[in-house]
């Protein structure tokens, strides 16, 4: 079992929806939990990270982590074209390593 | 302007001819770590290195090399490639083993590897 699982997608959703990735984690022990962005061609790029159960949200990013369940998630509001892009979800290992997921392609329509 | 700098950017090479991929950050970063990613596996770490002359595995060493002997450098080196090593590279630091959030990535160096 892979250390972080995401929906594989891809996922399509319409200008102005709500696209929401999801994942969950097998190490009971991760503490920190991350989202990047990665547009075609480029390097990631952290948009969100959480540490704490409940949500957190910055502009139309909302984080969602629920430790029970070992299941964190990202939505996305009012999605635009600009966010088409593939979303790697990863957890900290409480071992200074990062697990990632395999991502989750999202391509938003105008 | 912060940066990582990966190079070179792209590199086809052949079986068994070693190889150096340089990593250089301008923040003073105590930790540095490569990444390869291939398709439907997402990113996995292949060493890091938490300071200088400190260095240790990470989940796909196999094949690979670094050393750490500068706080600025961190070069992957490949002693005899072989196709399965083809992939996109990526190198990051950050502060420090704890400052997740503020890990800053290179911008790739894709390897094919015949």
């Known amino acids: 079992q892979k250390e972080v699982e995401q929906n594989s997608g891809p996922l399509s959703v319409p200008e102005g929806a709500i696209a929401s990735l999801n994942c969950t984690y097998s190490d009971r022990g991760s503490q920190s939990f991350f989202w990047y962005r990665q547009y075609s061609g480029k390097s990631p790029e952290l948009i969100m990270f959480i540490y704490s159960n409940g949500d957190k949200e910055d502009g139309r990013f909302t984080a969602q982590l629920n430790k029970a369940s070992q299941y964190v998630s990202l939505l996305i509001r009012d999605s635009q074209p600009s966010d088409s892009a593939t979303y790697l979800c990863?957890?900290?290992?409480?071992?200074?390593?990062?697990?990632f997921g395999a991502g989750t392609t999202v391509t938003v329509r105008a | 302007e912060a940066q990582v700098t990966q190079n070179p950017r792209y590199l086809i090479t052949v079986t068994g001819k070693k190889l150096t991929v340089t990593c250089s950050q301008n923040?003073?970063?105590?930790?540095m770590s490569w990444y390869r990613q291939d398709p439907g596996l997402g990113l996995r770490q292949i060493y890091y290195s938490m300071n200088v002359e400190v260095t240790d595995k990470g989940d796909v060493p196999e094949g690979y090399k670094v050393s750490r002997k500068e706080k600025r450098n961190f070069p992957l080196i490949l002693e005899s490639p072989s196709p399965n090593q083809t992939s996109l590279y990526f190198c990051a630091s950050q502060k420090n083993k704890l400052h997740y959030y503020e890990q800053y990535f290179g911008p790739g160096t894709r390897l094919t590897v015949t």
């Open positions: 990863a957890a900290d290992l409480n071992d200074y390593k990062l697990s």
């Open positions: 923040m003073n970063h105590e930790y």
